[in-house]
Antibody, heavy 122, light 106 residues
Framework: QMQLVESGGGVVQPGRSLRLSCAASGFTFSRSAMHWVRQAPGKGLEWVAVIAYDGVNIYYAESVKGRFTISRDNSKNTLYLQMNNLRTEDTAVYYC???????????????WGQGTLVSVSS | IQLTQSPSSLSASVGDRVTITCRASQVIGSYLAWYQQKPGKAPNLLIYDASTLHSGVPSRFSGSGSGTDFTLTISSLQPEDFATYHCQHLNSYFLTFGGGTKVEIK
């Protein structure tokens, strides 16, 4: 069955960096566009970034643009989120999620990871 | 595009019919999905394209609407349905979600 497993979360001071990973299995990772979505404690879901199957087309939410970088390694079936210059408002559970299309498309997120918690605090 | 869900929370009993609404700030056709999220867990897809039931989702869940107004209905609430429900605008990028509706036990 399809599975996504995030890792790399933790406690970090404001201004520091962190890299999240998302390991995929049970489906052809190289044929799926991938998203990162986050959820601050007690809050709703906020979209962060998306990357197409080949890593060419990438988009970011305005709140993270210029600080976060999404990337993927199809040979390792792994998605990444490099987070630089972290702010307290970046504190959230970060989920990776896939769509069933190679290219960016208006289709649902049909598989989500269990999430990894990032806590930004001094 | 902003999505406004109502109510933000509700209390209901097992067997009740429950309706949650999601209103879009612009016309979005049928590009809407619904997710269920239980505490400490990731969201799970329930419905997409406003009314299409995702594989494996019980038939007591249904979705309707188009344009700007959408509803999620649970025809007979079951114990495992107590959770938070999120709507989402289906888009290639710049995805948006509603604020969520928490369904609690009365």
């Amino acid at each position: 069955q399809m599975q996504l497993v995030e890792s790399g979360g933790g406690v970090v001071q404001p201004g520091r960096s962190l890299r999240l990973s998302c390991a995929a299995s049970g489906f052809t990772f190289s044929r799926s566009a991938m998203h990162w979505v986050r959820q601050a404690p007690g809050k709703g879901l906020e979209w962060v970034a998306v990357i197409a199957y080949d890593g060419v087309n990438i988009y970011y939410a305005e709140s993270v643009k210029g600080r976060f970088t999404i990337s993927r390694d199809n040979s390792k079936n792994t998605l990444y989120l490099q987070m630089n210059n972290l702010r307290t408002e970046d504190t959230a559970v970060y989920y990776c999620a896939r769509i069933s299309k190679e290219y960016l498309a208006a289709v649902p997120l049909d598989c989500w990871g269990q999430g990894t918690l990032v806590s930004v605090s001094s | 595009i902003q999505l406004t869900q109502s109510p933000s929370s509700l209390s209901a009993s097992v067997g009740d019919r429950v309706t949650i609404t999601c209103r879009a700030s612009q016309v979005i056709g049928s590009y809407l999905a619904w997710y269920q999220q239980k505490p400490g867990k990731a969201p799970n897809l329930l419905i997409y394209d406003a009314s299409t039931l995702h594989s494996g989702v019980p038939s007591r869940f249904s979705g309707s609407g188009s344009g700007t107004d959408f509803t999620l209905t649970i025809s007979s609430l079951q114990p495992e349905d107590f959770a938070t429900y999120h709507c989402q605008h289906l888009n290639s990028y710049f995805l948006t979600f509603g604020g969520g509706t928490k369904v609690e036990i009365k």
